[in-house]
């Protein structure tokens, strides 16, 4: 499946019903009693094999909600049901299906790589994967005998994300899975994430990268101050908040002839035309009745620029 | 829960000796080695050398002296001035000057001043009673009675008597410092918060680091045993102590870490722990001492219990006794550290 393709399962209500992985109610949490809540009355539900992106700025209630998702924090306010258990009541068992891969890469600094993966790796009760594989998967086969303290912050991160995976997780929690990584390192993380919902587990991202979630995401959710302001397919996002407009190049006052190097004469102008004004589209089919068109692309919103519009307020 | 408390101890047991914590234990364990075979004497002085002016014609009272029948050596000096600089020589020495005829009619005592009521007046008591016998009065007899008659055990030379202390204080105070460390360093780390994703328990998890605790106190022993008193011990009795005292104490430690959110704001309440578990020892040094909450502390049967275990006595009982208590210390202080655990750092870490 493609990245940029959308699950025709998500979305739909049936899908909800029959594999709903993470079912969300009226979801609120506050770190202190007079103060605004972190997180804000959120409702959704997550179907399995989804990838579902939680997107905000910092400060958002990203965080707040993965942590009441995987048990680190307990349930305020509303109904949380992760993968059929009620997480006011996490059991070993949930534990033993989901998988967590921090913000921040908290490993075991006096351990090696491999010890820190095969330490973990005794803590489940199922089938766990070969650490040494893992560690081959995210580029660090060859410091895997190196205690974790000699490792750059990026190789840190990488050895959380492969910890995350060390029990082949049904659901897999990943908070900002490419902060400080290079762009090697991020393609490859983009691509166990695919390889994971491939296999059938549900992913469910927290980031503020715009760039990965709609490289990743079936669905994306905005968060703002602890509300979520839209959610959706980031296509049906593009589309629904973006202008569908076109970009064209064209030469102006050069009759059509052929100048020199093979190229139209006149001058090189570009206009950008929107597709739902009536005004613009007669614009564009004169442009192309003149035959003086050199280049036509399509300009969708990006989810950033849709997450503005949503939201009033940037990423930063 | 078995598999992963033996993980659980192998990863601490790796962490504890990366950190260097097994190194200082070690060097601890060295300096008290150095310090019992080297340092503390194998016995103490106990009593007053005298320096004895007797200006009586027979000198009789220097003669007692001199024979050791007065209760303490004796030293002749025949000047005001010797006996100053005899007395000026020596810390502990008392002044004697004796006047009169065929027997002592004026004595004078001289004290350093750092002497004691009960000293002066058990030595003043002794001198009277050696006057009267030279006077011809025969000293009163008295009847004696013992209400908890025991075995005369032969008496430890005094450096190896303070290893219950020494064992103690090391092994298992300072493993309460060394837990609360281990702990700090992995909320710091934030690989607890990983741990608590995990199908890993709080009981296990708490429980793997009192072990690890033990095993470093077993460290400390082993080492400051075999190389003062030697391998010819009752190694059972004493390791066993030591590994349950210290796993003990350590639960103790690990309630009441988790109610601090940093290492500095819990060291100053760690200090005051150890000062606490730490006063029983003076009942170690005067079996009198002992007010009922000494016993009610963990630390206070277990000194007399490495005491029964280094220098056995036929006392199997204050073993025993030691080896409930820490037992019933574990029953109800492990349930509490998970409570706590639970409940405060987690929370907060999270």
């Given at each position: 499946m493609s990245s940029d393709m959308v699950s025709p399962r998500v979305g739909s209500e049936e899908v909800y019903r029959v594999s709903t992985v993470i079912d969300v109610r009226e979801l609120r949490h506050s770190y202190s009693r007079a103060g605004k809540p972190a997180v804000d009355g959120i409702s959704f539900r997550v179907a399995q094999s989804e990838v579902f992106g939680f997107l905000g700025p910092n400060g958002a209630g990203k965080?707040?909600?993965?942590?009441?998702?995987?048990?680190?924090?307990?349930?305020?306010?509303?109904?949380?049901?992760?993968?059929?258990?009620?997480?006011?009541?996490?059991?070993?068992?949930?534990?033993?299906?989901?998988?967590?891969?921090?913000?921040?890469?908290?490993?075991?600094?006096?351990?090696?790589?491999?010890?820190?993966?095969?330490?973990?790796?005794?803590?489940?009760?199922?089938?766990?994967?070969?650490?040494?594989?893992?560690?081959?998967?995210?580029?660090?086969?060859?410091?895997?005998?190196?205690?974790?303290?000699?490792?750059?912050?990026?190789?840190?991160?990488?050895?959380?994300?492969?910890?995350?995976?060390?029990?082949?997780?049904?659901?897999?929690?990943?908070?900002?899975?490419?902060?400080?990584?290079?762009?090697?390192?991020?393609?490859?993380?983009?691509?166990l994430v695919r390889e994971q919902r491939d296999r059938g587990a549900t992913?469910?991202?927290?980031?503020h990268n715009m760039f990965v979630a709609d490289a990743l995401c079936d669905r994306v959710a905005f968060l703002n101050e602890g509300r979520i302001a839209a959610l959706d397919t980031p296509r049906s996002l593009k589309l629904g908040y973006?202008?569908?407009?076109?970009?064209?190049?064209?030469?102006?006052?050069?009759?059509?002839?052929?100048?020199?190097?093979?190229?139209?004469?006149?001058?090189?102008?570009?206009?950008?035309?929107?597709?739902?004004?009536?005004?613009?589209?007669?614009?564009?089919?004169?442009?192309v009745a003149a035959g003086h068109l050199e280049t036509v692309h399509s300009q969708e919103a990006t989810l950033e620029e849709v997450f503005i519009k949503v939201t009033g307020r940037g990423l930063a | 829960m078995g598999r992963r408390l033996l993980s659980l101890l192998a990863k601490d047991l790796k962490v504890v000796t990366r950190n260097h914590y097994l190194t200082v234990v070690v060097g601890l364990a060295l300096v008290y080695v150095l310090a019992i075979n080297f340092v503390i004497p194998a016995q103490l002085a106990t009593s007053a050398e005298v320096v004895v002016w007797d200006q009586t014609p027979g000198q009789a009272m220097l003669k007692l002296y001199q024979t050791g029948a007065g209760g303490a050596s004796g030293a002749a000096v025949d000047s005001e001035t010797a006996s100053a600089e005899a007395l000026q020589a020596g810390d502990t020495r008392l002044g004697l000057h004796i006047e009169g005829g065929d027997l002592p009619e004026r004595i004078t005592v001289t004290y350093q001043g750092y002497e004691n009521e009960q000293t002066r007046h058990l030595f003043e008591t002794t001198l009277r009673a050696q006057v009267a016998a030279l006077a011809g009065s025969p000293p009163p007899v008295f009847e004696t009675d013992v209400l908890r008659p025991t075995q005369p055990a032969e008496r430890p030379p005094f450096n190896f008597s303070l290893l219950p202390v020494f064992i103690f204080s090391e092994a298992v105070m300072v493993g309460i410092l060394l837990v609360a460390a281990l702990l700090y360093s992995e909320k710091d780390e934030g690989t607890l918060r990983a741990y608590r994703v995990s199908p890993g328990g709080e009981f296990e998890y708490l429980l793997a680091k009192s072990l690890a605790m033990g095993v470093l106190g077993v460290v400390f022993t082993v080492i400051v045993t075999a190389l003062t008193v030697g391998l010819r011990v009752a190694w059972g009795p004493i390791l066993g102590l030591v590994f349950l005292a210290a796993a003990a104490m350590t639960i103790i430690a690990l309630v009441i870490a988790n109610l601090f959110k940093t290492i500095s704001q819990f060291i100053l309440t760690g200090l005051v722990i150890t000062i606490v578990f730490g006063l029983p020892v003076a009942g170690y040094f005067a079996p009198s001492l002992g007010p009922w909450w000494f016993k009610v502390l963990p630390s206070y049967p277990l000194v007399f219990a490495l005491r029964e275990a280094y220098f056995p006595t036929g006392n199997t009982a204050a073993i025993a006794g030691a080896v409930w208590q820490m037992l019933a210390t574990l029953a109800i202080a492990l349930p509490l550290a998970v409570l706590a655990f639970r409940r405060q750092l987690v929370g907060r870490d999270a």
């Amino acid at each position: 499946m493609s990245s940029d393709m959308v699950s025709p399962r998500v979305g739909s209500e049936e899908v909800y019903r029959v594999s709903t992985v993470i079912d969300v109610r009226e979801l609120r949490h506050s770190y202190s009693r007079a103060g605004k809540p972190a997180v804000d009355g959120i409702s959704f539900r997550v179907a399995q094999s989804e990838v579902f992106g939680f997107l905000g700025p910092n400060g958002a209630g990203k965080s707040t909600t993965q942590k009441i998702l995987t048990g680190l924090l307990p349930v305020q306010e509303g109904e949380v049901k992760v993968a059929g258990h009620d997480i006011r009541h996490p059991t070993g068992e949930f534990f033993n299906l989901i998988g967590v891969s921090f913000e921040t890469p908290n490993v075991y600094l006096k351990l090696t790589g491999l010890e820190n993966l095969r330490f973990f790796a005794s803590l489940y009760d199922g089938p766990t994967a070969d650490p040494v594989e893992l560690l081959r998967r995210v580029g660090l086969e060859d410091a895997a005998n190196r205690r974790a303290a000699t490792y750059s912050k990026g190789m840190r991160q990488r050895l959380v994300l492969a910890r995350s995976l060390i029990n082949h997780p049904r659901l897999w929690f990943l908070d900002e899975p490419t902060g400080g990584l290079d762009p090697t390192a991020t393609q490859w993380v983009l691509d166990l994430v695919r390889e994971q919902r491939d296999r059938g587990a549900t992913v469910f991202l927290t980031t503020h990268n715009m760039f990965v979630a709609d490289a990743l995401c079936d669905r994306v959710a905005f968060l703002n101050e602890g509300r979520i302001a839209a959610l959706d397919t980031p296509r049906s996002l593009k589309l629904g908040y973006g202008e569908r407009v076109v970009v064209v190049e064209y030469r102006a006052g050069g009759g059509g002839d052929v100048g020199e190097g093979g190229g139209y004469g006149g001058q090189l102008r570009r206009e950008t035309l929107s597709m739902t004004s009536e005004s613009e589209r007669r614009r564009l089919e004169e442009l192309v009745a003149a035959g003086h068109l050199e280049t036509v692309h399509s300009q969708e919103a990006t989810l950033e620029e849709v997450f503005i519009k949503v939201t009033g307020r940037g990423l930063a | 829960m078995g598999r992963r408390l033996l993980s659980l101890l192998a990863k601490d047991l790796k962490v504890v000796t990366r950190n260097h914590y097994l190194t200082v234990v070690v060097g601890l364990a060295l300096v008290y080695v150095l310090a019992i075979n080297f340092v503390i004497p194998a016995q103490l002085a106990t009593s007053a050398e005298v320096v004895v002016w007797d200006q009586t014609p027979g000198q009789a009272m220097l003669k007692l002296y001199q024979t050791g029948a007065g209760g303490a050596s004796g030293a002749a000096v025949d000047s005001e001035t010797a006996s100053a600089e005899a007395l000026q020589a020596g810390d502990t020495r008392l002044g004697l000057h004796i006047e009169g005829g065929d027997l002592p009619e004026r004595i004078t005592v001289t004290y350093q001043g750092y002497e004691n009521e009960q000293t002066r007046h058990l030595f003043e008591t002794t001198l009277r009673a050696q006057v009267a016998a030279l006077a011809g009065s025969p000293p009163p007899v008295f009847e004696t009675d013992v209400l908890r008659p025991t075995q005369p055990a032969e008496r430890p030379p005094f450096n190896f008597s303070l290893l219950p202390v020494f064992i103690f204080s090391e092994a298992v105070m300072v493993g309460i410092l060394l837990v609360a460390a281990l702990l700090y360093s992995e909320k710091d780390e934030g690989t607890l918060r990983a741990y608590r994703v995990s199908p890993g328990g709080e009981f296990e998890y708490l429980l793997a680091k009192s072990l690890a605790m033990g095993v470093l106190g077993v460290v400390f022993t082993v080492i400051v045993t075999a190389l003062t008193v030697g391998l010819r011990v009752a190694w059972g009795p004493i390791l066993g102590l030591v590994f349950l005292a210290a796993a003990a104490m350590t639960i103790i430690a690990l309630v009441i870490a988790n109610l601090f959110k940093t290492i500095s704001q819990f060291i100053l309440t760690g200090l005051v722990i150890t000062i606490v578990f730490g006063l029983p020892v003076a009942g170690y040094f005067a079996p009198s001492l002992g007010p009922w909450w000494f016993k009610v502390l963990p630390s206070y049967p277990l000194v007399f219990a490495l005491r029964e275990a280094y220098f056995p006595t036929g006392n199997t009982a204050a073993i025993a006794g030691a080896v409930w208590q820490m037992l019933a210390t574990l029953a109800i202080a492990l349930p509490l550290a998970v409570l706590a655990f639970r409940r405060q750092l987690v929370g907060r870490d999270a």
